[in-house]
């Protein structure tokens, strides 16, 4: 049962133009999201969050935005550059009853051309 | 670099053995988290230790186990492997259970080819 979902597999922007990454979860009990980047061969690395008390934080050129009501996160990357081209991944944390374990969605993966 | 670290960074073994995957956590932290990463498949949840007790639970199968030691590293035993098992299994760390912003610090990974 895949709670957090990111339905695009892939996505490809221009360089300098918005890189527009969306999420969907279906439980009301996340209080916590995340985004994580993923280059081939390593190891997911932190990229942004947003608590669920908030509906935007921002952080250089990336800025998250949640909607609660509709469940749905989205990760905004203005300029794209050609380095942001990886693998992105939405996560959700339940909280402390979860531990805190993340949930995380299938990923996109976002190419940025030149 | 995360400061986690994961050996071995590949392995590759037969249908029915049995597998170690080990994990070092970043310095200070206390928590260790294990997830899958199958072929098409976001990273799968399996199972929470917090100084050396087991925290949270996923979707983690019966012949899966996990434990953390006093020097608080970890290990994923993994038995009577299956075809399906092959897949990327990643260690993460967090300062405590509490996860504080919720960041979790990955490890590159161990990826298991059964054959």
């Known amino acids: 049962d895949q709670q957090v979902k990111q339905n695009s597999p892939s996505l490809s922007v221009q360089e300098g133009r918005i890189s527009i990454l969306n999420c969907d979860y279906t439980?009301?009990?996340?209080?916590?999201f995340l985004w994580y980047k993923k280059y081939p061969a390593e190891g997911p690395t932190f990229l942004i969050s947003?608590?669920?008390?908030?509906d935007k934080n921002e952080d250089g050129r990336f800025t998250v935005f949640l909607n609660k009501s509709a469940k749905h996160l989205s990760l905004h990357i203005v300029p794209s550059q050609p380095g942001d081209s990886a693998v992105y991944f939405c996560a959700a944390s339940g909280g402390y009853y979860s531990g805190y374990a993340l949930n995380f969605g299938k990923g996109t993966s976002l190419l940025v051309t030149p | 670099d995360s400061g986690v670290t994961q050996t071995p960074k590949h392995l590759i073994t037969a249908t029915g053995q049995r597998v170690t995957l080990r994990c070092s956590p970043r310095?200070?932290?206390?928590?260790v988290y294990w997830y899958q990463q199958s072929l098409d498949q976001g990273l799968q949840f399996l199972i929470q230790y917090y100084n050396g007790e087991e925290r949270a639970k996923g979707n983690i199968l019966e012949r899966f186990s996990a434990q953390q030691f006093p020097d608080l590293h970890s290990e994923l035993n993994l038995s009577s492997l299956e075809l399906g098992d092959s897949a990327l299994y990643f260690c993460a760390s967090s300062v405590g259970a509490t996860g504080d912003t919720g960041e979790l610090f990955f490890g590159e990974g161990s990826r298991l080819t059964v054959l």
């Open positions: 439980n009301s009990m996340f209080d916590y």
């Open positions: 947003i608590s669920s008390i908030k």
């Open positions: 310095s200070g932290d206390l928590s």
